[in-house]
């Protein structure tokens, strides 16, 4: 009998599951199954560091807004994990997030009598589908590992039981806290972009919960970045949710002031170290809260994706118009921050490994026992 099996879903958060996932193999015997071919840098890492990957590459789409392509992709990891799960030795699944992927994993988890355990619950994203789909993946768990105070408080309101939430701080926070960035120059030098250009990162993810008009304002962010003399806007990795299409088709077309890259997936390090050394960072991702403020980097955050999360002085809102980014952005430029965030914690990983293995012999109930129901 194997004691715990971590899931990932994607490159970007098997980055944030690594530590644990290091720290659970020390302890106990922990597998981590990949639903996507890992590069030969993680590969070589899990060997490094005599962890067990279990690869089974669904080739998920991850089509930019094409329904049918998602729905797809579930019934790809509904087939796998549902046989799976039939001969499944693992008395603990460990789970990370809201991508909608994760929704599926979880109900089969569930269904078949197994520990759900729940890292980042009790969030809320107010303009993004995740909302949904994070609270219903705290339902179906049995423990859960915040990243807040806040959190923990939404989780109880919500009838999950106080003893079962543990708040160890954020994972990705961490990660950010001990990685060492990149020089400007040899970071430019390999992505093949011009360092010496006034130079932008746009950090953007669609807005599954409201209608957002790209072209009416990347118009906007194009006009503003002009007004200020911004000469290259460098746009990172776009997920599949709904609106990504028009988006990334609107950046593919080109601006006509100002010069457009788009970026793969840079992996973390190449990630902060582009934040850090760019001229502005401006968009809507959870990175500008969780991970930027532990290399004191500020960002200015547009749309409501983030509503609803803490932020720090880091973290700079703006609406889409001229006269609003403008100020929002002279604010920025003046405003002196630290590094430090809210969300960190000393050793959350060790801590999270801690409570796990201390459970593995007197796991929770499997029936769950709402506060309402008591």
Same mark, same amino acid.
């Given at each position: 009998m194997?004691?715990?099996?971590?899931?990932?879903?994607?490159?970007?958060?098997f980055?944030?599951? !690594?530590?644990?996932f290091v +720290?659970l193999?020390k302890k106990?015997?922990?597998?981590?199954?990949?639903?996507?071919?890992?590069n030969?840098?993680?590969?070589e890492?899990a060997?490094?560091h005599r962890?067990?990957?279990v690869?089974n590459n669904?080739n998920?789409? *991850?089509?930019?807004?094409q329904?049918?392509?998602?729905? !797809?992709?579930?019934k !790809?990891?509904?087939n796998?994990?549902?046989?799976f799960l039939?001969?499944?030795?693992y008395k603990?699944?460990?789970?990370? /997030?809201?991508r909608?992927e994760?929704?599926?994993i979880?109900?089969q988890?569930?269904? #078949?009598?197994k520990?759900?355990?729940?890292? *980042?619950g009790?969030?809320?994203?107010?303009?993004?589908w995740?909302d949904s789909?994070? *609270?219903?993946?705290?339902?179906?768990?049995?423990?859960?590992?915040?990243?807040?105070?806040?959190?923990?408080?939404?989780?109880?309101?919500? /009838?999950?039981q #106080? @003893?079962?939430?543990?708040?160890?701080?954020?994972?990705?926070?961490q990660?950010?806290k001990?990685?060492?960035l990149l020089?400007?120059?040899?970071?430019?030098?390999?992505?093949?972009l011009?360092?010496?250009? !006034?130079?932008c990162?746009?950090?953007?993810?669609?807005t599954t919960?409201?209608?957002?008009?790209?072209?009416?304002n990347?118009?906007i962010i194009?006009k503003?970045?002009? $007004?200020?003399?911004?000469?290259q806007?460098?746009?990172? *990795?776009?997920? #599949?949710d709904p609106?990504?299409?028009?988006f990334?088709?609107?950046?593919k077309?080109? /601006?006509?002031?100002? @010069?457009?890259?788009?970026?793969?997936s840079l992996g973390?390090q =190449?990630y902060?170290?582009?934040?850090k050394?760019v001229d502005?960072?401006?968009?809507n991702?959870?990175?500008?809260?969780f991970?930027l403020p532990?290399?004191?980097?500020?960002?200015?955050?547009?749309?409501?994706r983030?509503?609803?999360?803490?932020i720090?002085?880091?973290?700079?809102? #703006? =609406?889409?118009?001229? =006269?609003?980014? +403008?100020?929002?952005?002279?604010?920025?430029k003046?405003?002196?921050?630290k590094?430090g965030?809210?969300?960190?914690? $000393?050793?959350?990983d060790?801590?999270?490994t801690?409570?796990?293995?201390?459970?593995?012999?007197s796991?929770?109930?499997?029936?769950?026992v709402?506060?309402?129901?008591?």
């Amino acid at each position: 009998m194997k004691d715990i099996l971590i899931v990932s879903t994607s490159p970007s958060d098997f980055e944030i599951l !690594k530590p644990l996932f290091v +720290q659970l193999s020390k302890k106990s015997n922990t597998d981590l199954l990949c639903l996507f071919e890992p590069n030969k840098i993680e590969v070589e890492f899990a060997k490094n560091h005599r962890l067990n990957l279990v690869i089974n590459n669904l080739n998920l789409t *991850h089509k930019e807004d094409q329904s049918n392509d998602i729905l !797809k992709d579930l019934k !790809k990891i509904n087939n796998f994990i549902s046989t799976f799960l039939l001969e499944s030795p693992y008395k603990f699944f460990v789970i990370l /997030g809201d991508r909608y992927e994760l929704l599926t994993i979880a109900q089969q988890v569930y269904l #078949s009598k197994k520990i759900l355990v729940h890292l *980042h619950g009790g969030e809320i994203t107010e303009d993004s589908w995740d909302d949904s789909i994070r *609270h219903s993946i705290s339902k179906l768990s049995h423990v859960h590992f915040v990243s807040s105070t806040r959190s923990k408080k939404l989780l109880i309101s919500m /009838g999950e039981q #106080s @003893k079962n939430i543990f708040n160890y701080g954020s994972l990705g926070a961490q990660n950010a806290k001990k990685i060492n960035l990149l020089d400007k120059s040899s970071l430019f030098e390999e992505l093949k972009l011009n360092k010496n250009l !006034k130079t932008c990162f746009l950090v953007f993810q669609p807005t599954t919960n409201s209608n957002f008009d790209v072209v009416k304002n990347m118009k906007i962010i194009e006009k503003f970045l002009f $007004n200020n003399n911004f000469e290259q806007l460098l746009v990172s *990795h776009v997920n #599949s949710d709904p609106g990504s299409k028009e988006f990334i088709s609107y950046l593919k077309d080109g /601006g006509n002031n100002i @010069k457009f890259e788009i970026l793969s997936s840079l992996g973390i390090q =190449k990630y902060l170290s582009m934040a850090k050394h760019v001229d502005l960072v401006i968009g809507n991702s959870s990175s500008f809260i969780f991970e930027l403020p532990l290399k004191n980097i500020k960002s200015i955050l547009i749309t409501d994706r983030q509503k609803g999360r803490e932020i720090t002085d880091h973290v700079f809102r #703006s =609406k889409i118009t001229l =006269k609003d980014l +403008q100020n929002t952005y002279d604010n920025l430029k003046i405003t002196k921050t630290k590094t430090g965030s809210p969300y960190y914690k $000393n050793n959350t990983d060790k801590y999270i490994t801690n409570k796990i293995v201390s459970m593995l012999d007197s796991p929770p109930k499997f029936k769950k026992v709402f506060n309402y129901e008591k």
